[in-house]
């Protein structure tokens, strides 16, 4: 879904620097790439547990939508290594994974949906069937046995 090149496109490099040079060396070491990578792997297993819901995985695009709030949860995922810092811009990054995931939990319940290109409306969640509820059931024939 992502790579490092689409996290450097999203954070500033200083910034991106701070959060994943554990060694100090003021660049992005091989070490460093693998963090990254390690934080984009947990976002995006989290993002699929909600998708995964809903949708059969993988699906056959990642839609805008999906990639933004995916990359909002890479990114708290980065800014949690060193530790929200309440009362700074951090606080953007946590609320922007929370609307994230309330994004998320509503897409697993159904209240929202994925559209693909291509495609004229939300695409069908595959292996969703439609849920039909009826009252129970007030005459049975042993009660109308009588009549």
Do not use: H
């Not at 933004?68 to 700074?88: C, E, H, N, Q």
């Not at 811009?89 to 994974?97: L, S």
């Not at 319940?109 to 129970?136: E, M, N």
């Amino acid at each position: 879904m992502f790579t490092i090149a689409d996290v450097r496109a999203n954070l500033a490099e200083d910034v991106l620097i701070y959060l994943v040079d554990d060694e100090n060396e003021k660049a992005i070491t091989p070490a460093a790439e693998a963090r990254i990578q390690e934080d984009i792997r947990k976002a995006v297993a989290e993002v699929n547990s909600y998708v995964a819901q809903r949708y059969t995985l993988p699906l056959p695009e990642i839609p805008d939508v999906l990639r933004d709030k995916a990359m909002d949860v890479v990114k708290y995922k980065l800014f949690s290594r060193r530790g929200i810092r309440p009362g700074t811009a951090d606080e953007t990054i946590r609320q922007n994974y929370e609307d994230a995931l309330r994004w998320l939990r509503d897409l697993a319940l159904g209240k929202t949906s994925l559209t693909f290109s291509g495609s004229d409306g939300p695409a069908v969640p595959q292996g969703v069937l439609p849920r039909i509820r009826a009252a129970r059931r007030v005459f049975s024939r042993e009660k109308l046995e009588d009549f």
